[in-house]
RNA sequence: GUAGGUAUAGCUCAGCUGGUUAGAGCGUCGGAUUGUGAUUCCGAAGGUCGUGGGUUCGAGCCCCAUUACUUACCCCA
């Protein structure tokens, strides 16, 4: 019999005590920034049924969904014998009779989900946080798992542009407790981005453009230009997008450059929807974090060539980048006004955002910006000399738990050096020595592992002195 | 789904144009006045070189297949 070697499925990760330690570090953060900001934790269930999924993050988004083989004799489920026309017809038709349940692709559908079968009972308008692991059936790359956690906060129930301005503080709060410094909140619209489509009078596809439009950071303006070619765009319209692409200036100069080049090609009628409400929603964004006194303003980064995740968005577009570390965005988001219609209530309007924690994760790891207290160990160890000691260690071992402080005594009697050893790969802070020595003098000799010092203290006075010390 | 790259000790990797018993660092374990780590020194264990075929007197190295991992594209956190 061969033993064969363990491993993980591709794109999963184990997460070590380090790594775990770390990881609710950031999580504290967002989660203590969320409730600062009204919202309430929401979570829902690992699987959804494959009806909630499917259809909502488009052809692609469907081939990415994990599904969930039915339990029992699945060739011969409810809804029939898989047939061999099913087979012949290919995976797409067999896989309603073999599979009703797939693993959850982001937070957001579920949210709409959750807000539509809780309507009755939901106070509008619903802020809510929610932070769990997503799956997505993708090939994994750097910074690109196929299970990885979301923080989404979303509101649903108002239009409020108040609702944009403070996701740009949460965000903002956030990376900067969480020691980063050189980022950029990308803030775009749907409707500046339909605008400049508009304005070359409806030729090619609008969602070839902005995917096009979108890598001009990645590929240049070479690449977007040999793109647009490829996908039918003529050259002059191509000139013109780039005439919009290049608007330069401070948030309220890209405003009004747009907004006269809007107004020269004609897209500013309808001052409700489209290029005039984009700039004006952004305008409005701008103003209330002004009001706010948000002081980071130059980490926004209007940037017209934000075009991501547009299969619902209809709003204000979110993206952040960190400078100076190759990882992708590590948080999205923007409005979405009708999110809920496809289950049946229309009318909503919503607006959230999510951040990456294991991109976020990979940028603190290589900026080194883990504090270094983001482990879990026991505060002390006590060493375990010999069995003469034990009848005192213990009670001054459940004596320490008692104060709130852990600690633990080496199992075993052994080598000091191990014991040591043990502590210092364990980031143990404190190691406690009561041996023969100090017990002839009723004393015990607390050693500080990171400064390397040491000081004997009353055997009375110990869960004081390390009190004292945490 | 498309295109590359890699696969040798627990980990990171050497291994020259194919040639005896396949190496290093780190880690693990043991020892150096039997009460002191992070920071000394010595020693040991640990590999049928991803798997299966082929070429050859001879393959870790060349060829084919296969699997896994990885990077990039599409798309995305």
């Not at 005590?17 to 919202?39: D, H, L, M, S, T």
Request: hydrophobic content about 40%; proline content about 4%.
């Amino acid at each position: 019999m061969s033993v064969q070697k363990p491993s993980i499925p591709q794109g999963t990760r184990d997460f070590g005590p380090v790594q775990v330690a770390r990881r609710n570090y950031i999580f504290g953060i967002i989660r203590r920034v969320f409730e600062k900001f009204g919202f309430a934790p929401l979570e829902t269930p690992t699987m959804e049924n494959l009806s909630v999924l499917t259809g909502k993050y488009g052809d692609e988004g469907d081939q990415l969904l994990f599904k969930i083989l039915n339990s029992g004799d699945f060739l011969n489920g409810k809804k029939g014998p898989v047939t061999a026309e099913d087979l012949a017809a290919g995976s797409k038709a067999t896989l309603p009779k073999v599979a009703e349940k797939g693993l959850r692709y982001d937070l957001t559908v579920p949210f709409a989900r959750y807000v539509v079968m809780n309507r009755g009972q939901l106070t509008l308008p619903f802020k809510r946080y929610q932070i769990q692991p997503v799956w997505r059936a993708d090939r994994p790359q750097r910074g690109r798992y196929r299970e990885f956690v979301q923080c989404d906060a979303d509101v649903v129930g108002t239009n409020s542009l108040l609702c944009e301005a403070e996701i740009v503080l949460m965000i903002d709060e956030v990376l900067t407790s969480l020691g980063l410094t050189d980022f950029s909140i990308k803030i775009n619209h749907r409707g500046v981005l339909s605008g400049i489509y508009q304005a070359l009078g409806g030729v090619g596809r609008e969602s070839d453009l902005f995917v096009a439009i979108d890598k001009l950071d990645k590929i240049g303006q070479d690449g977007v230009t040999k793109e647009l070619l490829e996908r039918g765009f003529p050259q002059a319209a191509i000139d013109k997008v780039f005439a919009y692409l290049q608007v330069g200036g401070s948030f309220a100069e890209k405003l009004e450059t747009l907004r006269s080049m809007f107004g020269a090609d004609g897209t500013l009628q309808d001052a409700a929807a489209g290029p005039a409400k984009g700039l004006q929603d952004l305008a409005e964004v701008q103003q209330y974090l002004q009001d706010f006194g948000f002081e980071h303003f130059e980490r926004l980064d209007f940037d017209v060539t934000l075009a991501r995740g547009l299969s619902y968005y209809t709003g204000c577009i979110f993206e952040v980048k960190v400078n100076n570390v190759q990882m992708g965005s590590i948080s999205g988001g923007g409005r979405y006004d009708n999110l809920t219609g496809s289950f049946g209530l229309p009318g909503l309007s919503g607006v959230g955002f999510s951040f990456g924690v294991d991109r976020i994760y990979d940028v603190l790891e290589t900026l080194e910006l883990f504090p270094a207290d983001a482990v879990s160990a026991p505060l002390c160890l006590l060493a375990n000399f010999d069995a003469e000691g034990r009848p005192a260690l213990l009670p001054l071992l459940r004596g320490l738990r008692e104060a709130g402080l852990s600690a633990e005594l080496y199992p075993e009697v052994s080598k000091l050096r191990k014991q040591f050893e043990y502590a210092d790969k364990r980031g143990i802070r404190y190691m406690l020595l009561a041996g023969s020595e100090e017990r002839a003098q009723g004393v015990v000799k607390l050693r500080d592992m990171r400064a390397g010092s040491e000081q004997t203290v009353p055997a009375a006075e110990v869960v004081a002195t390390l009190q004292g010390l945490a």
